[in-house]
């Protein structure tokens, strides 16, 4: 009995002050971690905003209007004329003033430029659409065949 009672007190002396120091470890990485997140979210964007490659989708290539907030324009204000419109309720002519300013978009411009679009309410014709998920998904395949060879 004596035996347990000596290892409990062994125990409990080297435990409890290892607990305590754990926890106050745990409270520091808690107070610091939102400061260093926007730390490392300041420099991911300043480093050529490069996709990481552990995620499904990158923001660069992310077609979602929910993943940026802000509205960038790309020479395109003259679009706007069009916010409020249908996708299939635009002329051939139309549909091209969308089209000229897709092919001239730089390729890591091209899902930002359809965020844009959709925060400004402009939804693109649907052919041109179809063309711009057609070069977003032809971008990503051969991001990732050139990021496995």
């Known amino acids: 009995m004596e035996v347990v009672l000596i290892l409990t007190g062994a125990l409990l002396a080297v435990g409890v002050p290892l607990w305590w120091l754990d926890?106050?470890?745990?409270?520091r990485q808690a107070q610091t971690a939102p400061e260093s997140a926007a730390d490392d979210m300041a420099q991911g964007q300043s480093e050529d905003e490069e996709c990481c490659g552990?995620?499904?989708?990158?923001?660069?290539?992310?077609?979602?209007a929910s993943v940026s907030k802000g509205i960038e324009y790309y020479d395109d204000e003259?679009?706007?004329?069009?916010?409020?419109?249908a996708s299939d309720s635009y002329s051939r002519e139309e549909a091209e003033e969308?089209?000229?300013v897709l092919l001239t978009?730089?390729?890591?411009?091209?899902?930002?430029?359809?965020?844009?679009m959709?925060?400004?309410?402009?939804?693109l014709p649907d052919d041109v659409r179809d063309e711009l998920i057609m070069i977003v998904g032809e971008a990503r395949a051969s991001r990732t065949h050139t990021t496995h060879a």
């Open 23 to 27: 926890r106050r470890h745990l409270r």
């Open 54 to 64: 552990m995620h499904a989708t990158c923001e660069r290539d992310s077609l979602l």
């Open 78 to 85: 003259e679009l706007d004329r069009f916010r409020g419109r």
């Open 98 to 100: 969308f089209r000229d």
């Open 105 to 116: 978009l730089l390729p890591d411009d091209i899902a930002g430029w359809a965020r844009s």
């Open 118 to 123: 959709q925060l400004r309410g402009v939804a």
